[in-house]
Nanobody
Framework: QVQLVESGGGLVQAGGFLRLSCAAS????????MGWFRQAPGKERELVAA????????YYADSVKGGFTISRDNAKNPLYLQMNSLEPEGTAVYYC??????????????WGKGTLVTVSS
């Protein structure tokens, strides 16, 4: 059974940082593109960042460019999201997702249950 489990969320003050991790089990995710999504209260889920299967290509939403970095280590936990200079607008549930393909086009096939990030002002 495929499982994605996020960790690293929590409460942080504005201007602070957090690092999210995503552990995968049940499949070999080293050949899949992966991404981080978030859903803020009252808003739709949005793609924050994505990375191709060997990490050669990345995507960032305009709202996080320069502040967030996505990376992967296929030998350990497969996915990370370093979030610097967090602002209250970054408060959301963050989800790890895996695309059943090498690039991050289309919709992910697998989702984690999410980890809550709360940024206080």
């Amino acid at each position: 059974q495929v499982q994605l489990v996020e960790s690293g969320g929590g409460l942080v003050q504005a201007g602070g940082f957090l690092r999210l991790s995503c552990a995968a089990s049940g499949r070999i995710f080293s050949s899949y593109a992966m991404g981080w999504f978030r859903q803020a209260p009252g808003k739709e889920r949005e793609l924050v960042a994505a990375i191709s299967w060997i990490g050669a290509n990345t995507y960032y939403a305009d709202s996080v460019k320069g502040g967030f970095t996505i990376s992967r280590d296929n030998a350990k936990n497969p996915l990370y999201l370093q979030m610097n200079s967090l602002e209250p607008e970054g408060t959301a549930v963050y989800y790890c997702a895996a695309y059943e393909r090498a690039d991050y086009s289309g919709n992910p096939a697998y989702w984690g249950k999410g980890t809550l990030v709360t940024v206080s002002s």
